[in-house]
């Protein structure tokens, strides 16, 4: 599927991003090396907002910021694409406009033609990000109105990629969570109450279950009753796999 070129572009990549931890220097070596494998006019690397799937914290290649602003403020909410691609209930991890679109009609769209087409974007194709089954960022590859659309080979290789690119943000991304958010905001992000995120902190930080009951003055009972419904609203199987999610 892949020249011999083209692989050893894919291959540097996915090794480079392995060594990265930080989601900016991640999203500028995927669209520097992914501009030689499926090649566009402009790109974007937006986060997303757990449980809004609004768009956030953006890392742009060939578009002005400037227009970011004027998304967030009017075109996020006429933004078709985006409406179309998420209604489905379960989103794609690889998608491109013209699998929801008759171009035709999607130009009667205020989103299309006020906001996309004056930054010459025409042909769309996304890599969206999840972290326990939560969007939680999306790659944006964009070509003009003079390129061809996305082909099913260029396609196939973004599905290739997919689970790579997945694996390495979302760690960035629970890396870039635990460290620098509130316990609010990670609390938000699980659905945890005050005593589950507190229990996990702890756990996180190697305590055992005799250590969190003398500390919290609660039975090892009421413990283990805790850590089974943060188990399952973390979707982790194991201490280990919970204390990297709190990593701290």
Known sequence: MLTT?????????IRRIYSCTDVRKISATV??????????????????????NSFAAPFFVGLDHMYFKQYQEYYEEKDEYKQKAFARGIIPPVDKSSDYFNYREWTKNEHRVDFLLPQRIYHISCVQIFHLNRLVGMI???????????SKKEMELLKMLHYHLNNVFEK????????????????????LTGREYEISTLISRGKTNK??????????????????RIFVKTEVSSRVELAFLFRL
């Open 140 to 150: 944006s590859l964009h070509r003009s109105p003079k390129s061809p659309d996305f």
């Open 31 to 52: 669209l520097d090396h992914l501009s030689f494998l499926v090649p566009h006019d402009s790109a974007a690397v937006f986060m997303v907002t757990p449980g809004t």
């Open 5 to 13: 070129h083209q692989f050893k572009i894919y291959d540097n990549m």
């Open 211 to 228: 250590d969190i009951a003398r500390e919290l003055f609660i039975s090892e009972n009421t413990v283990k009753t805790y850590i089974k």
């Open 172 to 191: 960035a991304t629970i890396i870039q969570t635990t460290q620098v958010d509130s316990k609010d905001k990670v609390s938000d992000i699980f659905g």
